[in-house]
């Protein structure tokens, strides 16, 4: 049981690897954060998670979706 474990966390630990690999091809360095928030989003990822690969805070992506949202119904 213990050994299925370890192996399903070594599973997990590889995929979150691979979410934050893709993500990163998703967003380019040179966007703004509002616009890698958004495309990060649509790829699945929480603010949470945004905001560790764009090296901000939760708060300020949270803001930038909010403002793209905004910016969005005109």
Do not use: W, Y
């Given at each position: 049981?213990?050994?299925?474990?370890?192996?399903?966390?070594?599973?997990?630990?590889?995929?979150?690897?691979?979410?934050?690999?893709?993500?990163?091809?998703?967003?380019?360095?040179?966007?703004?954060?509002?616009?890698?928030?958004?495309?990060?989003?649509?790829?699945?990822?929480?603010?949470?998670?945004?905001?560790?690969?764009?090296?901000?805070?939760?708060?300020?992506?949270?803001?930038?979706?909010?403002n793209a949202?905004?910016?969005?119904?005109?």
């Open positions: 049981m213990k050994e299925d474990n370890d192996g399903l966390s070594r599973v997990e630990a590889k995929l979150d690897t691979l979410i934050r690999l893709f993500a990163l091809g998703v967003i380019q360095e040179h966007d703004s954060l509002k616009n890698r928030a958004v495309q990060l989003q649509k790829a699945g990822l929480a603010p949470k998670e945004i905001a560790v690969l764009c090296d901000s805070t939760p708060n300020a992506v949270s803001v930038a979706l909010s949202k905004r910016d969005a119904k005109g």
